[in-house]
C-alpha cells in the first residue's frame, strides 16, 4: 500500500474514533444528568427540569441561577397542591379526550394509537419517588 493511502486510512479511522468518543461521552453526560433528575424527589425534580430549562434559554449567571432556585422553592409547597387538587380532574379529562380521539381514527390506525396511547399511559403513570 503506498503511503498517501496509508496517512488517508490511518486519518480516517483517527477522525472515526474521535467521533466515537465524542459521542459515548455525551452520551454518558447525558445519562448521568438523566439519573441525577429522576433521583430527586418529585418537586425538587420538577424544580430541576425548569432551572435548567431556564438556564438553556436564557443563560443565567451564578446569581440568577440561586434566586431562581430559591423562588421556585418558595413555590413549591403550593404547587404541589395545586397539582393534587387538579389530578384526578386531569385524569378524568384525558380519558374523556382518548374516547373522542378513538372516534377520529379510521380501523387500520387504531393499532398504532392503541400502542401510542400505552406508551403516553406508561410515561405518566411511572412511580414517582416521594
Known amino acids: 500500500?503506498?503511503?498517501r493511502v496509508t496517512s488517508a486510512l490511518v486519518l480516517c479511522g483517527v477522525f472515526l474514533?474521535?467521533?466515537l468518543t465524542g459521542a459515548g461521552l455525551e452520551r454518558a453526560r447525558s445519562a448521568r444528568r438523566q439519573q441525577?433528575?429522576?433521583e430527586a424527589p418529585p418537586p425538587n425534580f420538577r424544580q430541576r427540569q425548569?432551572?435548567?430549562?431556564?438556564?438553556?434559554a436564557v443563560d443565567l449567571d451564578d446569581g440568577q441561577r440561586e434566586r431562581v432556585r430559591a423562588i421556585l422553592e418558595r413555590y413549591a409547597g403550593e404547587a404541589q397542591e395545586a397539582r393534587r387538587?387538579?389530578?384526578p380532574k386531569l385524569h378524568d379529562l384525558r380519558?374523556?379526550?382518548e374516547e373522542d380521539l378513538r372516534k377520529e381514527m379510521r380501523p387500520e390506525q387504531l393499532p398504532q394509537f392503541d400502542r401510542f396511547m400505552d406508551r403516553v399511559k406508561?410515561?405518566?403513570e411511572r412511580p414517582k419517588k416521594r
Open 1 to 3: 500500500m503506498s503511503p
Open 17 to 19: 474514533l474521535g467521533g
Open 36 to 38: 441525577e433528575m429522576f
Open 50 to 56: 425548569i432551572l435548567r430549562g431556564l438556564d438553556r
Open 85 to 87: 387538587e387538579v389530578g
Open 95 to 97: 380519558g374523556r379526550m
Open 122 to 124: 406508561a410515561r405518566d
